[in-house]
Every structure is written in structure tokens, then in C-alpha cells.
T-cell receptor
Framework: GENVEQHPSTLSVQEGDSAVIKCTYSDSASNYFPWYKQELGKRPQLIIDIRSNVGEKKDQRIAVTLNKTAKHFSLHITETQPEDSAVYFCAASTGFKTIFGAGTRLFVKA | DGGITQSPKYLFRKEGQNVTLSCEQNLNHDAMYWYRQDPGQGLRLIYYSQIVNDFQKGDIAEGYSVSREKKESFPLTVTSAQKNPTAFYLC?????????????FGPGTRLTVL
């Protein structure tokens, strides 16, 4: 079936460094790619998204890039802060169904 | 996402019991979803509904049932047929037309089988 692979599963960075999380999707019909941040015991919260007709999108310290040909998309967080520590999920959507990656646990060390 | 509520926050079930998890939204969203999240894992789709009185099975529907009698409500029943129901359950909703495909999540229900 369709799937989304997400790497790495765990990422530890020093405060102020950058963090990059990468995802690969299999369904070429996917046209919407959201990223969610989930803190322990809480609901996933949308932090940024990108559509298939756009190659890059930026929102302050967060950016997402999409390579449709390679079916890759990535999340970039610059100037990381301790409050960025959480689990991040990528997802690929064809409309009604959204497939989520397994998540990346990000630790930002002060 | 503050317009989606789930109850209860914590639920304990004895083996052999059916339990129902509530999900309500006041966002006027058309589509609603149920996901299961196990520790250290991603979200797996249980059921989804695009309109009232209609719903489809997701990837792990066995042992679960749903209903969609009202647009704002999408309760999930975990039946005794679900062999390993201990998990964190998340409900989500989405507006089908207009703004886009973003799903907004409720706060979740943590179900534990005793």
C-alpha cells in the first residue's frame, strides 16, 4: 500500500543549530504535504504545509521543500530553541486520505 | 483546532467490554477521521467520514465501529473484538471545499485495557 517514510527517527541538536527532517512518499497522486508538531501527550498541531505546485515555503524559522520528481519533501528548522523539542510528523495527502510518517523525535539541547 | 473536543481524556476498559469515545466539532467541517497512535509510532487511520450517514474503513478498522448521524459528531466504539486496544486515539476534522486539506486534531483519548 501507499506509505510515507520519515528519517531520522531521532534527532538531537544543540540550541541554535539547524535541524532537517526528510520524508519520501510513494503515491504520485499526493498533492498536499503538511507537517505537524506533537508535544508529549498532546494533539498534533499543524506548523507548516506545502502544495504540489510549490517547491518551497518558509515561515520564520521553519521551511519546507518539495521535490515532486523524486517524491521527497523536507522540513528545515533554523536557530533551534529548547521549545522546538517535540515529535514531528510529515504527511502526504491525496485529498480525503492522509498518510503519516512514523515521526521524528527532536531534542534541542540548551 | 480548539473547535474539536474529545471525551473522556482517559478511559479504562476491562477485557470483553465495548467502550465509546466521543468526538465533537463545531467547525462546520464535512470530513471527520479517527486515528490510533501507539507509543513511538505514527498515526494509523481507523475510519473516516466525508458526509453524514456515510463512512469508510481505514487501514486498521477491525474491532472498531463508527457512526455519523450528525455533521458535528463522529463517535468511535472500540469493541471486544479489538485484541490490543490500549493506545492514544485522535479524532480529526477537515473542511472539504474551499480552504484546503488541513486536518485539525482533537486533544485525544488515552484508552487503557485493564
Amino acid at each position: 500500500g501507499e506509505n510515507v517514510e520519515q528519517h531520522p527517527s531521532t534527532l538531537s541538536v544543540q540550541e541554535g543549530d539547524s535541524a532537517v527532517i526528510k520524508c519520501t512518499y510513494s503515491d504520485s497522486a499526493s498533492n498536499y504535504f503538511p507537517w505537524y508538531k506533537q508535544e508529549l501527550g498532546k494533539r498534533p498541531q499543524l506548523i507548516i504545509d506545502i502544495r504540489s505546485n510549490v517547491g518551497e515555503k518558509k515561515d520564520q524559522r521553519i521551511a519546507v521543500t518539495l521535490n515532486k520528481t523524486a517524491k521527497h519533501f523536507s522540513l528545515h528548522i533554523t536557530e533551534t530553541q529548547p521549545e522546538d523539542s517535540a515529535v514531528y510528523f510529515c504527511a502526504a495527502s491525496t485529498g480525503f486520505k492522509t498518510i503519516f510518517g512514523a515521526g521524528t523525535r527532536l531534542f534541542v539541547k540548551a | 483546532d480548539g473547535g474539536i473536543t474529545q471525551s473522556p481524556k482517559y478511559l479504562f476498559r476491562k477485557e470483553g467490554q465495548n467502550v465509546t469515545l466521543s468526538c465533537e466539532q463545531n467547525l462546520n467541517h464535512d470530513a471527520m477521521y479517527w486515528y490510533r497512535q501507539d507509543p513511538g509510532q505514527g498515526l494509523r487511520l481507523i475510519y473516516y467520514s466525508q458526509i453524514v450517514n456515510d463512512f469508510q474503513k481505514g487501514d486498521i478498522a477491525e474491532g472498531y465501529s463508527v457512526s455519523r448521524e450528525k455533521k458535528e459528531s463522529f463517535p468511535l466504539t472500540v469493541t471486544s473484538a479489538q485484541k490490543n486496544p490500549t493506545a492514544f486515539y485522535l479524532c480529526a476534522s477537515r473542511h472539504i471545499s474551499g480552504a484546503g486539506d488541513t486536518q485539525y486534531f482533537g486533544p485525544g483519548t488515552r484508552l487503557t485495557v485493564l
